[in-house]
C-alpha cells in the first residue's frame, strides 16, 4: 500500500524564499515541513512506501531524501553522532519519486503515481498540513476496514457563512469511531458520502463538513482520472472523479477535529506552527521563551 504526497507546486505564496528552496523544504523546528507528512503518511498499517509527485524544478527534494555518506561520515569525524543519525534516518525513508512538470490539477497530479499504486488502495496526504500524532490516517484505515475497504475522506466542520469557500460533501452520519460516541457533524463521527458540492451557497450547502486533505482512495480512482476532462480552473480535479466514483463505490467520510493538524500553507500559517510546536515540545519550549524574552510573555503568558 503507498501514500502519494503532491509536492509539484511553485509555493508562489512563499516567494521570494522558495524561489531556490521548495516550500516542502521549508523547516518546522529542525524538520523540514515534508518530512512530517512522509513519517505520518508511514503511520498506518500496510502502507510500505511513500510517492512524493515532484517537479524536476524542485530537485532539492530528493536530494533531501537520498543518502549523502561523505556528509554523514564528516558529522561523525567532528563528533556529531546524533545529527548524523537524524540526517541519516530522514535520507533512508521509503520515499520514491515521479514527476508533474505541468501544472494541471490535484487530480491530475495523482495520476502521475498510478503505475506505484497497481491495484492496491492508496493514501493521499496534501503537503501542506500535517498532523503531529499522525493518528489521522490511521483512524481513516480502520473507518475503511469497517467498511468493507471502502475509501474514506477526512472532513471537519466549517462555519455556515463559510462553506462556500470549500468542497462540501453530501451524505448522513451512519455511526461513529469505536469509543467516540459522536453524532452529525461531531469529532469522531463516520458519514456516508453521497455527493461532493464545490463551494456552495450557504443555503443550498447539505452539510458544513469540508474536506480536510486526506484521502484514502480505491484504486479505481486512477482509471477515472485518466479519463477525467477538465474542471474548475481547467484542471484535473481529484474531486470530480471521486463524484464519479460515487456512482460504482462507496465512500465514507471521518469528522476531525482539524486543530489536531499543522497548517503550513501560507507564510503566517507556518510561523503560527512553528510556534506551536515549538511551545509543545519539550525540547524546544524553555528555549523557545528565553528566546523571546518579556515579548514573549506578552503573548505566550
Given at each position: 500500500m503507498k501514500a502519494i504526497i503532491p509536492a509539484a507546486g511553485l509555493g508562489t505564496r512563499f516567494l521570494p524564499a522558495t524561489k531556490c528552496t521548495p516550500k516542502?523544504?521549508?523547516?518546522?523546528?529542525?524538520?523540514?515541513?515534508i518530512?512530517?507528512?512522509?513519517?505520518?503518511?508511514l503511520e498506518p498499517e500496510g502502507v510500505d512506501g511513500v510517492v512524493i509527485i515532484n517537479s524536476h524544478e524542485k530537485p532539492q527534494i530528493e536530494a533531501y531524501f537520498s543518502v549523502d555518506q561523505?556528509?554523514?561520515?564528516?558529522?561523525?569525524?567532528?563528533?556529531?553522532?546524533?545529527?548524523?543519525?537524524?540526517?541519516h534516518a530522514a535520507s533512508t525513508l521509503p520515499v520514491s519519486f515521479v514527476y508533474q512538470d505541468e501544472a494541471r490539477g490535484l487530480g491530475h497530479a495523482v495520476l502521475q503515481a498510478a503505475e506505484t499504486v497497481d491495484e492496491d488502495p492508496f493514501f493521499v496526504?496534501?503537503?501542506?498540513?500535517?498532523?503531529?500524532?499522525?493518528?489521522?490516517?490511521?483512524?481513516?484505515?480502520?473507518?475503511?476496514?469497517?467498511?468493507?475497504?471502502?475509501?474514506?475522506?477526512?472532513?471537519?466542520?466549517?462555519p455556515a457563512d463559510q462553506v462556500s469557500r470549500y468542497g462540501?460533501?453530501?451524505?448522513?452520519?451512519?455511526?461513529?469511531?469505536?469509543?467516540?460516541?459522536?453524532?452529525?457533524?461531531?469529532?469522531?463521527?463516520?458519514?456516508?458520502?453521497?455527493?461532493?458540492v464545490e463551494k456552495p451557497r450557504p443555503e443550498d450547502a447539505p452539510s458544513h463538513l469540508f474536506i480536510v486533505g486526506r484521502y484514502l482512495l480505491s484504486p479505481r480512482i486512477m482509471e477515472l482520472l485518466a479519463t477525467q476532462g477538465p474542471g474548475a480552473g481547467n484542471e484535473i480535479q481529484l474531486t470530480d472523479a471521486m463524484e464519479r466514483l460515487l456512482a460504482e463505490e462507496e465512500m465514507y467520510a471521518?469528522?476531525?477535529?482539524?486543530?489536531?493538524?499543522?497548517?503550513?500553507?501560507?507564510?503566517?500559517?507556518?510561523?503560527?506552527?512553528?510556534?506551536?510546536?515549538?511551545?509543545?515540545?519539550?525540547?524546544?519550549a524553555e528555549a523557545f521563551r528565553e528566546e523571546l524574552g518579556e515579548k514573549g510573555e506578552r503573548f505566550f503568558g
Amino acid at each position: 500500500m503507498k501514500a502519494i504526497i503532491p509536492a509539484a507546486g511553485l509555493g508562489t505564496r512563499f516567494l521570494p524564499a522558495t524561489k531556490c528552496t521548495p516550500k516542502e523544504l521549508l523547516p518546522v523546528l529542525d524538520k523540514p515541513v515534508i518530512q512530517y507528512v512522509v513519517e505520518e503518511a508511514l503511520e498506518p498499517e500496510g502502507v510500505d512506501g511513500v510517492v512524493i509527485i515532484n517537479s524536476h524544478e524542485k530537485p532539492q527534494i530528493e536530494a533531501y531524501f537520498s543518502v549523502d555518506q561523505e556528509f554523514e561520515d564528516m558529522l561523525s569525524s567532528r563528533g556529531k553522532q546524533a545529527e548524523a543519525a537524524r540526517v541519516h534516518a530522514a535520507s533512508t525513508l521509503p520515499v520514491s519519486f515521479v514527476y508533474q512538470d505541468e501544472a494541471r490539477g490535484l487530480g491530475h497530479a495523482v495520476l502521475q503515481a498510478a503505475e506505484t499504486v497497481d491495484e492496491d488502495p492508496f493514501f493521499v496526504l496534501l503537503g501542506d498540513y500535517f498532523v503531529p500524532d499522525r493518528q489521522m490516517c490511521v483512524r481513516m484505515a480502520e473507518v475503511s476496514k469497517a467498511h468493507g475497504g471502502a475509501s474514506v475522506i477526512a472532513v471537519a466542520p466549517v462555519p455556515a457563512d463559510q462553506v462556500s469557500r470549500y468542497g462540501i460533501i453530501a451524505g448522513e452520519c451512519v455511526g461513529c469511531l469505536p469509543g467516540a460516541e459522536a453524532t452529525g457533524e461531531q469529532e469522531g463521527a463516520v458519514w456516508k458520502v453521497t455527493g461532493l458540492v464545490e463551494k456552495p451557497r450557504p443555503e443550498d450547502a447539505p452539510s458544513h463538513l469540508f474536506i480536510v486533505g486526506r484521502y484514502l482512495l480505491s484504486p479505481r480512482i486512477m482509471e477515472l482520472l485518466a479519463t477525467q476532462g477538465p474542471g474548475a480552473g481547467n484542471e484535473i480535479q481529484l474531486t470530480d472523479a471521486m463524484e464519479r466514483l460515487l456512482a460504482e463505490e462507496e465512500m465514507y467520510a471521518l469528522v476531525v477535529d482539524p486543530s489536531e493538524g499543522c497548517d503550513t500553507g501560507t507564510p503566517a500559517a507556518w510561523a503560527a506552527t512553528n510556534a506551536r510546536m515549538a511551545l509543545e515540545d519539550p525540547a524546544f519550549a524553555e528555549a523557545f521563551r528565553e528566546e523571546l524574552g518579556e515579548k514573549g510573555e506578552r503573548f505566550f503568558g
